[in-house]
């Protein structure tokens, strides 16, 4: 089901679930397909990027950061321009940075890297796109996908979650290391993931067996229509969200059309407001915005999910509420809009 998700079909291809946060994906990456002294380019988007290049750092991997403008993406010939600069092992990118929803274009990127810099592996973050941005991993030659249940998979948190290439697979064979993780290693994960799929029992760690079934109805829901049916409901949505933001005189961090991810919207906050005088009245009309989480701009700015049955589901009226809690929010504490 999660190659269907993912749309791949190649045999070669290899999902992980594990118990653990999508924070565990980063671990998986650094310590199976990178080794110590390797360079690794990450494409920065926002705070993930910078999690994402620390945790490299831990394993004694060299990250170069390409960072770009608050609620802009690195483009794509300042990406090629690096990447001619010296090999790079990986390149990592946030399909959806959490902490600004600026949404990276994956498709353009992947030719590009494979065009400029063949043997370099095409690493994406897809915490927050995965089940609401689409994701062809075949077809754009994308090579390790990271996600985690919680999101616009709709799972409660708990599973992290990976679908890596047959290339992904053969690069981390040959390595000449070791793995730097126990816990995270395919060493021990690989023949475990293989003889589930093959039916097989097989025992390496506890895994949870109660998010396992979860993740199965999840899926089970979201295959149940055509995944491009899906991702037009979040981008419907996504767009009836960013006209209310734009009605209520308020602007995004990623002011871009092409910047805006279909799952979640950031918002600046009026001049002098911050979250704190805003987020317990929203909370008190029953609706939880997110705080800032870019720490160069955290007090200025809320952030608005929009994915899953929120979004999918006609019955469930979520979207509405949430709106009008945050227009009549801010009437209350003296926006005029």
Known sequence: ???????????????????????????????????????????????????????????????????????????????????????????TVTHVDTSTSVLSEIKALSEMVHKVSPETLVVVDGVCSVGCEEIRFDDWGIDVVITASQKAIGCPAGLSIVMASGRAIERFRSRKTPPGSYFGSWKNWLPIMQNYEAKKASYFATPSPQLVRALHTSLTQILSRPLSDRFADHRKASQKVKKAVADLGLKQLAAKPENQANGMTAIYLPEGLTPPEILPNLMKKGVIFAGGLHKEIATKYVRFGHMGVSVTDPKRDEIDRAIEALKTGLAEVGHKS
């Open 1 to 91: 089901m999660l190659r269907k998700l993912f749309q791949t079909t190649n045999p070669a291809s290899q999902p992980f679930v594990i118990s653990g946060s999508g924070t565990l994906g980063w671990d998986q990456v650094a310590a199976n397909l990178a080794e110590r002294g390797d360079e690794v380019l990450v494409l920065h988007t926002g705070y993930f990027a910078d999690s994402f290049a620390d945790c490299f750092e831990t394993y004694g991997v060299k990250a170069t950061q390409l960072k770009a403008p608050i609620g802009d993406r690195p483009q794509l010939d300042e990406v090629e321009a690096e990447l001619k600069k010296k090999h790079y092992k990986l390149i």
